[in-house]
């Protein structure tokens, strides 16, 4: 704490002139108050690291730009919102020759534009980054923050018991799980005929959008993505499937082969998703990564900005995907923190999983050639964030799942490995019964889920059950009521 003291009071007592915000051409240079400006768009984080950056060392920061009415709550027409955005956007690139930053640099240092805020991502030198400081159509220069990859079967009855609900014909058909990590394998034994679409906005990328583009990066040993994957929607001949075995996958790879990645192309990703609504009936989106080491003990809708600036764009998006009917579950965090869990799993909106136990046996070694100690089942995990905010439980400890491109299997510890079991049942229950809401299908899972005390803190939580939560989906069907009006019927869905 000693330290940041220091660095605010350091930064704070910097002069605009000590910042440099100014390009060094005399016909460039900004007055005093311009230079006041400039300087009041740079997040304090952003310019302490401008004021310690070496010569052509590149910086990625987040712009906000134009219309602040674009970079809020969103326009209920999402047609609406775009293509005011896209107008917005080709208007702020035209703009910013005006400060010295000619078109060409800017182009070449985009990494991500978002389609419904104003917002670009841009990694460049820092007086490329003053020069935009000094563009009237900018609004806010900050850092763009990084997120990690949070690292007997956990799917038989009597624990998750998707394999009771696969048995009765429920297991995913038709609906579509987008996993948003570090690539999954499409020709892998666990996914055969079941990959679709994919997008990248990490770093190697093939292409952008189509199939393919969600391969995990080459060069990847830590194969994260594949693993959620299999957990969410494996299947094949082996004794074990993932929970929605017959559900198709969406990857979006947005962490890189190190297992990390930029807030901004996480937000992308989840663009890419709502966008795809269109073409798929996508179920869920499953996030089984975040910011470590950044506790939340309460809903952080506004809160999460102060300390990861960006988290607003992250939230916006969550809300767009939620307003469509789609589930998005996030991973509570592996700090072992008993009073809070981490982003984006402390979003309002964002459904956030911890991890117990399954009862599972000692491995030595796992995927990450570590010796796992054996489990107790619905034992809260010890390494699982925890909190009153938080809303499922779900096994995450040696957990088996697919892992690389050539069929292999692994074991692993994580919420990581807890959070695509929700994100799978959301797409069983979805099939069972399509007109479900997200509402719906949470409050299931919560009321059928079997209770367990996490022992650190007693919090309360159900570890959820599919077979159980199947029947109360069911329902929903059976209680349409019709009733007449005027010589027409009336349906009523509940």
Known sequence: MAYFSRLIFAVLTLSATSLGFELGDAAAQP????????????DVKL???????????ALRIIIEYGDPSLQGPKIDDFSERKAAVMSEQERFLASTATTGLSPSVMQRGLRSKLKYSAVLAFEGQADQIRALSRNPMVSRLYLDSKLQGFLPQSTSAGIVDSVTSNSQGFSGAGQTIAIVDNGVAADHVFFTGRVVGGACYSSGCPFETGFGAG?????????HGVHVAGIAAGSSTLSFSGVAREAQILPVRVLNAAGDGFLSDIVSGLEYIFEQRQNFSIASVNMSLGVLGLPFSSDCDSSAESSLPGANLLRDQVNLLTSAGI?????????????????????????SVGSTGDGSGAVSPSCSN?????????????FSNSSTILELLAPGAIINSSTGANNMFCQQNGTSMAAPHVAGAFAVLRAAEPTASRFQILDALVDAGLPVTDSRNGVVRSRIDVAEALPEIQELRSSLAIAPLNGYSLIFIP
């Not at 007055?31 to 740079?42: I, P, T, W």
């Not at 509570?332 to 008993?338: H, K, Q, V």
């Not at 796992?372 to 809260?380: F, G, Q, R």
């Open 47 to 57: 310019a302490a690291k401008l004021a310690a950056t070496a010569p052509g060392e």
């Open 215 to 223: 391969e995990p990066e080459s060069g990847t040993t830590i194969f």
């Open 370 to 382: 570590q010796s796992l100690p054996a489990t107790s089942i619905d034992v809260v995990s010890p």
């Open 327 to 351: 589930a998005v579950v996030a991973a509570s965090g592996n700090d072992g923190f008993t009073n809070s869990i981490s982003f984006p799993a402390c979003l309002s909106r964002v459904i």
């Open 31 to 42: 007055d005093a108050r311009d230079a006041a400006k400039s300087a009041n768009k740079v």
